[in-house]
């Protein structure tokens, strides 16, 4: 299983970006995918994930700022960022997970927000 994170770059305070992550694997319909951050002096924290039937859940900074979706036919799934603050700073990974086996990440995607 391979995942490639795309879409981070450089934004302003208040605008959005959508992050997408490209999954390599026949099961990809089956999986719960999430994403998660690194920001600086902090740990990797969860944002939201998306299980295979579409039941979505978010934590902290992605609550109502963060929309996570997923398109089963491209094995993509996608972060809609929006009213994106400084403290959003960091590098964005994507994360693919059965109900079996050990979890795979991406390489991750760095999102900067700066004006």
């Known amino acids: 299983v391979q995942l490639q994170a795309s879409g981070g770059g450089l934004v302003e305070p208040g605008g959005s970006l959508r992050l997408s992550c490209e999954v390599s694997?026949?099961?990809?319909?089956?999986?719960?995918m999430g994403w998660y951050r690194r920001v600086p002096g902090k740990q990797r924290e969860f944002l939201a994930a998306i299980s295979s039937d579409g039941a979505t859940n978010y934590e902290g900074a992605a609550k109502g700022r963060f929309t996570i979706s997923r398109d089963n036919a491209k094995n993509m799934v996608y972060l809609q960022m929006n009213s994106l603050k400084p403290d959003d700073t960091g590098v964005y990974y994507c994360?693919?997970?059965?109900?079996?086996?050990?979890?795979?990440w991406g390489q991750g995607t760095q999102v900067t927000v700066s004006s």
């Open positions: 694997s026949d099961m990809f319909s089956s999986a719960t």
């Open positions: 994360r693919y997970a059965l109900s079996w086996g050990n979890p795979y």
